[in-house]
């Protein structure tokens, strides 16, 4: 199960830290991605998080490169986005979540995620 928190509204160029906590059997490095979908749009991909034998190997898409942080804390279970210079089109609902247990790479597309958080909302005023 992943359980996210975090969203809110916000003036333009503020911060927000999303988290997706996960419960049940899961990797001590799981796989896991932030997506994102604004009103009239399709669902994308906004950063993810994959395991390599050196260590993580973060994705952000292009619009947030350079703004968004994606992080994994173990000892909490909680998988972060971290948002700082937020612009309006960023407002979106925010989804976590998690490929298998056996998978440990990082993934883009939403068809390489097994399972859903049910979504924050990020609003972002100008």
């Known amino acids: 199960q992943l359980v996210e928190s975090g969203g809110g509204l916000v003036q333009a160029a503020g911060s927000l830290r999303l988290s997706c906590v996960v419960s049940?059997?899961?990797?001590?490095?799981?796989?896991m991605g932030w997506f994102r979908q604004a009103p009239g749009k399709e669902r994308e991909i906004v950063a993810a998080?994959?395991?390599?034998?050196?260590?993580?190997?973060?994705f952000y898409a292009d619009s947030v490169q350079g703004r968004f942080t994606i992080s994994w804390e173990n000892a909490k279970d909680t998988l972060y986005l971290q948002m700082n210079n937020l612009k309006p089109e960023d407002t979106a609902v925010y989804y976590c979540?998690?490929?298998?247990?056996?998978?440990?790479?990082?993934?883009?597309?939403?068809?390489?995620?097994?399972?859903w958080g049910q979504g924050t909302q990020v609003t972002v005023s100008s």
């Open positions: 998080i994959g395991w390599v034998w050196g260590g993580a190997s973060p």
């Open positions: 979540a998690a490929r298998r247990v056996s998978e440990s790479g990082t993934a883009q597309s939403e068809s390489q995620y097994t399972y």
């Open positions: 049940g059997r899961h990797s001590s490095r799981p796989a």
